[in-house]
């Protein structure tokens, strides 16, 4: 895969990260169903600093995890996308969004975060690793 490269609906902001995926999860905690106004939200891990902005800057609102910790949400202030979040508990990796990257042909969550908090009628895919909540940190 090349560099992963993205955007916000409005296409004001766009990004670009040449490092690797770390992983892909789906989460399906409220807040992500809130933020997403889905079911769960799918993420993409990425290592912290990577992700570079080459349009736009996104706005930021201060969430609160389970944890405690701030959950920072990033999301265009024009049309809303919500674009990356900054998770305080997870200092090393940024969560892209993974409907706003340009390819999401390689996209498939091989985890699924929250599901304690997951909606009924969600089917979770055969042999994706699934935690009541937060994986457990090595």
């Known amino acids: 895969m090349s560099a992963i490269s993205g955007s916000c609906l409005c296409g004001a902001i766009r990004y670009t990260c040449t490092a690797p995926a770390v992983?892909?999860?789906a989460c399906h905690c409220t807040h992500c169903q809130k933020q997403s106004g889905s079911a769960f939200s799918v993420n993409v891990a990425i290592p912290k600093g990577s992700l570079q902005f080459t349009a736009g800057e996104p706005r930021r609102y201060e969430d609160r995890g389970t944890s405690g910790l701030p959950v920072y949400r990033h999301f265009c202030g024009d049309c809303g996308?919500?674009?990356f979040?900054?998770?305080?508990?997870?200092?090393q990796l940024d969560w892209l969004k993974a409907g706003t990257l340009d390819d999401t042909s390689w996209v498939k969550p091989g985890a699924n975060l929250w599901c304690e908090s997951a909606q009924?009628?969600?089917v979770f895919a055969e042999g994706s690793a699934r935690f009541a909540q937060n994986p457990p940190v090595a």
Not at 85 to 91: G, M, Y
């Open 120 to 122: 009924r009628w969600v």
């Open 85 to 91: 979040s900054d998770v305080v508990a997870t200092p």
């Open 23 to 25: 992983m892909v999860a």
């Open 81 to 83: 996308s919500p674009l």
